[in-house]
């Protein structure tokens, strides 16, 4: 397994509940496939460097996890097809 940082940017008018509800949905998708949530660190709203999707501003989450190389994939497949999360990056951290 190795590490990764997996970084994604959700609407940014989600109330808290929903927030919540969706980093806990990530994390669910890296640990039921044998994944290791390290940290969970969410930033909050931040101004976007470009608009996306009409918007100037975006609630930033970033979440290191350990996870084996398959699930790539996979997590970028389930964040795409959500229609809260308005980008996302997945990196093997060093």
């Known amino acids: 397994m190795h590490t990764y940082e997996v970084i994604f940017i959700l ?3 989600l109330d808290d509940n929903a ?4 980093v806990e949905k990530v994390q669910g998708w890296i640990t039921d496939a044998d994944g ?3 940290k969970v660190d969410q930033w909050g ?12 501003e975006g609630y930033y989450v ?13 997590l970028e497949r389930n964040l795409q097809i959500q229609e809260s999360v308005m980008r996302y990056m997945i ?4």
């Open 91 to 94: 990196i093997q951290a060093e």
């Open 45 to 56: 709203k931040r101004r976007l460097a470009y608009k996306i999707r009409n918007k100037r």
């Open 62 to 74: 970033m979440i290191n996890a350990q996870m084996p190389t398959e699930l790539n994939a996979e």
């Open 11 to 13: 609407e940014p008018d």
């Open 19 to 22: 927030i919540t509800e969706m």
């Open 36 to 38: 290791v949530v390290e």
